[in-house]
T-cell receptor, first 110, second 113 residues
Framework: EDQVTQSPEALRLQEGESSSLNCSYT??????LFWYRQDPGKGPEFLFT?????EEKEKERLKATLTKKESFLHITAPKPEDSATYLC???????????WGAGTKLIIKP | DAGVTQSPTHLIKTRGQHVTLRCSPI?????VSWYQQVLGQGPQFIFQ???????GRGNFPDRFSARQFPNYSSELNVNALLLGDSALYLC????????????FGSGTRLTVV
């Protein structure tokens, strides 16, 4: 069964303290791995799509990487406005649906 | 450009009632997907439609149904509401397969009492 697991569940950092969020997946035939940011009461906001192992993408303070078993979202020198829940999802096989992890709630203290 | 729009934003219904949620995709997007998100969890796939045809269905009971109209907008219908149907219902649109990424609306918060 296709599965996505995110860790940690929650992460509290001081402003400027860099860290990484993990997304491990077990799927047959990965077609794409997606990272989204979600603020309370809002829909997920698209950040990155990664398609193959070794691929990396960057956007401002965020960098996403992909291996054959997991993806990391690295956040460098975070600011309080980076506080949100970060969700990972995969699309696999012949399915078009996204299979989601439960998310990592990131809190950045000033 | 307008993003994905969903209506209503909030809704309170009584057990056993029926509800219709609406979604308008981004202009040019032909695929619409529906997800249910319970507090503290990731979204769960309900349906996907492409060019008015159902392209995928998640593990939800037959009380859930959907359709896509010629203008690519979509409705999600839920019959015989249960307390457990209380959740944020998200609509996402994409050009076609979604491999390029999905754009989500802000969702409809459904509370069943």
């Amino acid at each position: 069964e296709d599965q996505v697991t995110q860790s940690p569940e929650a992460l509290r950092l001081q402003e400027g303290e860099s860290s990484s969020l993990n997304c491990s997946y077990t799927v047959s035939g990965l077609r794409g791995l997606f990272w989204y940011r979600q603020d309370p009461g809002k829909g997920p906001e698209f950040l990155f799509t990664l398609y193959s192992a070794g691929e990396e993408k960057e956007k401002e303070r965020l960098k996403a990487t992909l291996t054959k078993k997991e993806s990391f979202l690295h956040i460098t020198a975070p600011k309080p406005e980076d506080s949100a829940t970060y969700l990972c999802a995969v699309q696999a096989g012949s399915n078009y649906q996204l299979i989601w992890g439960a998310g990592t709630k990131l809190i950045i203290k000033p | 450009d307008a993003g994905v729009t969903q209506s209503p934003t909030h809704l309170i219904k009584t057990r056993g009632q029926h509800v219709t949620l609406r979604c308008s995709p981004i202009s040019g997007h032909k695929s619409v997907s529906w997800y249910q998100q319970v507090l503290g969890q990731g979204p769960q796939f309900i349906f996907q439609y492409y060019e008015k045809e159902e392209r995928g269905r998640g593990n939800f009971p037959d009380r859930f149904s959907a359709r896509q109209f010629p203008n690519y907008s979509s409705e999600l219908n839920v019959n015989a509401l249960l307390l457990g149907d209380s959740a944020l219902y998200l609509c996402a649109s994409s050009l076609a397969s979604g491999s390029e990424g999905y754009t989500f609306g802000s969702g409809t918060r459904l509370t069943v009492v």
